[in-house]
């Protein structure tokens, strides 16, 4: 066998139920509440707000126990709730991965989109359940609940790729999703007010 300096873990298998958005065996799962999504939202006002109104669960992230350590592929369902603050989407944090690596989301239930930015240009992908994501090495990646319902997807990454928060921070994600009449717009991305 392959001389690894850190031993990969041993062959097993994951089951994937799609209907119930679980892998199991599990390993972590992540909550992230409003508090949790400081600067993110254009209407700080309207973020403090929610924030004090009981600072409800935005999404979470269940994984499988593949470690997040280098050459592993570790897999995680995201659920993000149905909601708005002043009118912008619910959506994740985002991230950039530092150490340049691709990766993969399938939709499995919702409706949903995958916001991407490279520092100068934006993509945007709908996602419905079937469909694969794709986001590029280089591409930040932020996913948004454009529906009424839980919108929940299914994610495979590089494990040593790592998750860099200030990226976005520093340099947001192009564009803000918003809700409209007729469904969603995606608007010139504004610094927070
Ligand atoms: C997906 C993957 C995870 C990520 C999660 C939440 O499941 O991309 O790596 O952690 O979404 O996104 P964020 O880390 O931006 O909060
Ligand atoms: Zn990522």
Redesign the pocket.
């Known amino acids: 066998m392959t001389d690894f300096a850190t031993p990969p873990i041993a062959p097993f298998a994951i089951q994937f139920d799609a209907d119930a958005a679980r892998l199991t065996p599990e390993g972590p799962t ?1 909550v ?1 509440r409003m508090s949790a999504l400081e600067g993110l939202f254009a209407d700080h006002q309207a973020w403090e707000a929610a924030v004090a109104d009981g600072d409800p669960i935005v ?1 979470s ?1 269940q994984s499988s126990p593949v470690p997040e350590v280098n050459r592993e592929l570790p897999q ?3 659920t993000i709730e149905p909601g708005t603050t002043a009118g912008e989407f619910w959506m ?4 950039q991965h530092p150490d340049h690596q691709g ?1 993969i ?1 399938l939709a499995l239930h919702g409706t949903g989109g995958l916001l991407m930015f490279d520092g100068e240009e934006t993509a945007w992908l709908d996602m419905t359940p079937g469909t694969i994501g794709y986001i590029p090495p280089g591409w930040a ?3 948004v609940n454009v529906g009424d319902d839980p919108y929940k997807f299914l ?1 495979v ?1 590089p494990g040593g790729a790592g ?1 860099d ?1 200030g990226w976005v921070l520093e340099h947001g994600m192009g564009n803000r999703v918003y809700s409209t009449a007729d469904g969603h717009e995606l608007r010139p991305f504004t610094a927070r007010a």
């Open positions: 992540l992230r999404y992230v995680s369902i995201t994740t944090k985002g991230h990766e989301y990646h932020r996913s994610a990454y998750h928060y």
